[in-house]
């Protein structure tokens, strides 16, 4: 009877521990998600931003959120990695930390109505950039798909 106990006990605790490792991959899978998919609205608020010829304060306020998010969703998967491997992880953050700079630096420029520059800011380096950052991220969200 203490043998099938715990060959019982050892057998529900394996299933609990391969439920737990599908749930941190899952979420692994949905904040790389989310990174990409916050990054590109920020990508699209940015050029809805150049078309205005500026950030005026809602759109200004959204750019902030969803920056965050961006901000909000790495240090997420930051801390995912002291639990699962990540490798793709530094990779991925330097890529999306590069977009949310170039972002900064196009609302710097519409500041100042340097409006060109701005646009050439997002040509040359936000859309390469996002393109890069939604390749990895989908790869990397396959590789976590449960």
């Known amino acids: 009877m203490a043998v099938v ?4 006990l050892g057998m529900a605790y394996s299933v609990i521990a391969l439920r737990n490792e599908a749930d941190q991959h ?7 998600r989310r990174v990409s998919e916050q990054s590109s609205l920020l990508d699209g608020l940015a050029w809805r931003a150049l078309g205005q010829g500026g950030a005026h304060s809602e759109l200004a306020q959204q750019i902030g959120t969803t920056s965050r998010a961006v901000e909000d969703a790495l240090r997420d998967l930051e801390g ?3 639990e699962i491997p990540l490798a793709e992880l ?4 330097r890529i999306a930390l590069e977009h949310l700079e170039g972002v900064e630096e196009q609302m710097q ?3 100042a109505e340097r409006i060109e520059e701005a646009e050439r800011v997002g040509e040359q380096g936000g859309a390469p950039t996002l393109s890069q950052l939604r390749r990895s991220t989908e790869t990397a969200s396959a590789e976590h798909a449960f």
């Open 109 to 111: 420029l519409l500041r």
């Open 5 to 8: 106990l715990n060959i019982a």
């Open 90 to 93: 530094p990779s991925i953050r």
């Open 80 to 82: 995912m990695s002291n």
């Open 26 to 32: 899952r979420e692994v899978e949905a904040l790389y």
